[in-house]
């Protein structure tokens, strides 16, 4: 049994993920409501699930947009100019790192490393890859999703 003070054992914690997992599907992020019915019926502190919801860059405790950018933040990538990337997300969307459009049609975010160095600097779209991205591509990219 977890309590204050008492790590949880490591099979609550994979049971903790795999059901923010579906949270995350069923609704596209973990509402509030979920993170305090989890805690209870896995009997792990509110605050615990929070920090695991929080933690996963999969895992999103606010509504997200239709299309989730996620700009690769990683070594490999910040020195062949990610930060003129994401500059460009932003100046293309009008929000800032972390926000969505009002439209809910994007959500800016970063990532670490998704394995595609060879090609840097690159960014997910939803499931999509985009590689050796440039300041002049990502208004082109941007605009074939609604
Ligand atoms: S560092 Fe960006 S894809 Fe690997």
Redesign the pocket.
């Known amino acids: 049994m977890a309590g204050k003070g008492v790590i949880t054992p490591q099979k609550d914690r994979s049971d903790l993920i795999v059901r923010l997992q579906e949270a995350q599907q069923r609704y596209g992020y973990v509402p509030e409501e979920v993170i305090r019915a989890l805690a209870d019926s896995l009997n792990i502190p509110v605050h615990e699930v929070y920090g695991v919801a929080s933690f996963y860059s999969f895992l999103s405790t606010r509504p997200l947009g239709r299309n989730v950018i996620r700009v690769?933040?990683?070594?490999?990538?910040?020195l062949?100019s990610?930060e003129m990337i994401m500059e460009a997300v932003q100046k293309e969307l009008g929000i800032g790192l972390g926000e969505t459009t009002p439209d809910g049609r994007f959500t800016f975010q970063l990532t670490?490393?998704?394995?595609?160095?060879d090609?840097?600097?690159?960014m997910l779209i939803n499931q999509d890859t985009h590689?050796d991205l440039t300041p002049e591509k990502i208004k082109q990219i941007l605009k074939s999703y609604q």
């Open positions: 690769c933040k990683s070594l490999p990538c910040y062949k990610a670490n490393c998704i394995g595609l160095c090609h840097a600097p690159a590689v």
